[in-house]
């Protein structure tokens, strides 16, 4: 019978079935909707949606200050484009 784990903070660490858990994990009743979901006071709370494009843009902002065109980079690779071409097309729009 599978068991549920989470660690000290309450991130979800798996189920286990046969195979004992990592040392210190406790055994929750069950697993959580999402994996980044959080067991808190004995319940699962709902990780934070994901951020916004604009949310991303901060970061990257703040991460690579100073580096545009790095920045024009990450920003088209958050904003969806996946290939070398469609990330180098995407760059060079943000620069233009």
Known sequence: MTK?????????IGGF???PPPAGS???????DHGLDKFVSGA???HDSAPTVSERRAVIDEYLDGN???A?????????????????????AKVL
Do not use: H, R
């Open 4 to 12: 549920y784990f989470v660690d000290s903070n309450g991130n979800y």
């Open 17 to 19: 079935d046969g195979t």
């Open 26 to 32: 406790v055994e929750v009743p069950t697993p959580p």
């Open 44 to 46: 699962w709370v709902a």
């Open 68 to 70: 545009e065109a790095l």
């Open 72 to 92: 024009f980079i990450a920003i088209a690779v958050a904003e969806g484009a996946k290939t070398k071409s469609e990330i180098k097309t995407a760059a060079k």
